[in-house]
T-cell receptor, first 113, second 112 residues
């Protein structure tokens, strides 16, 4: 068990480009979360999967954002037509059964120039 | 709605004890979690409370009062490496569907 893994760790992109991030949760964790964090703020909830089902999406997640977890294992978060305001750290976390804590990956730092 | 409040910044001396408070208002409460986050790194899990009372884990303890919507994290025998942000998070949800809502974090500076 190597913990939650995110790729890439850093991404610099030009405004208007599309980007995709990957998260590999701790094996056998059926719950997976995406968060966004900007400097000096706590993580903001974006979306949540239980197995392959996306159970909740924050209103922060505009239609430019989409997340998938096709086989209930790894997940991807795609941002289309990136804007400078999308610059942030994107964190993925996973947890097992109800009652367990969520464990975070190292995050993907996105910079939109 | 959801509202989680914690102090923005605290300063303490190496070897001392510090208490970081967190108050919350939320629906569907299902646990209070504390995470530590060093600058530029991911949050790491420290402690959680589901029932009222004190949970102790080495130098760290966390307390919860659900009726008051209040929790604190107590750090004893402070070390320089404890300088970090401490995030209070409420887990909310029902029927096995949960999400974690975070406060803005308390930046703790430990001075020699």
């Amino acid at each position: 068990d190597t913990g939650v893994s995110q790729d890439p760790r850093h991404k610099i992109t030009k405004r208007g480009q599309n980007v995709t991030f990957r998260c590999d949760p701790i094996s056998e964790h059926n719950r997976l979360y995406w968060y966004r964090q900007t400097l000096g703020q706590g993580p903001e909830f974006l979306t949540y999967f239980q197995n392959e089902a996306q159970l909740e999406k924050s209103r922060l997640l505009s239609d430019r954002f989409s997340a998938e977890r096709p086989k209930g294992s790894f997940s991807t978060l795609e941002i289309q037509r990136t804007e400078q305001g999308d610059s942030a750290m994107y964190l993925c976390a996973s947890s097992s059964a109800p009652g367990a804590a969520a464990f975070f990956g190292q995050g993907t730092r996105l910079t939109v120039v | 709605g959801q509202n989680i409040d914690q102090p923005t910044e605290m300063t303490a001396t190496e070897g001392a004890i510090v208490q970081i408070n967190c108050t919350y208002q939320t629906s569907g409460f299902n646990g209070l979690f504390w995470y530590q986050q060093h600058a530029g790194e991911a949050p790491t899990f420290l402690s959680y409370n589901v029932l009222d009372g004190l949970e102790e884990k080495g130098r760290f303890s966390s307390f919860l009062s659900r009726s008051k919507g209040y929790s604190y994290l107590l750090l004893k025998e402070l070390q320089m490496k404890d300088s970090a942000s401490y995030l209070c998070a409420v887990r909310e949800g029902t029927s096995g569907t949960y999400k974690y809502i975070f406060g803005t974090g308390t930046r703790l500076k430990v001075l020699a």
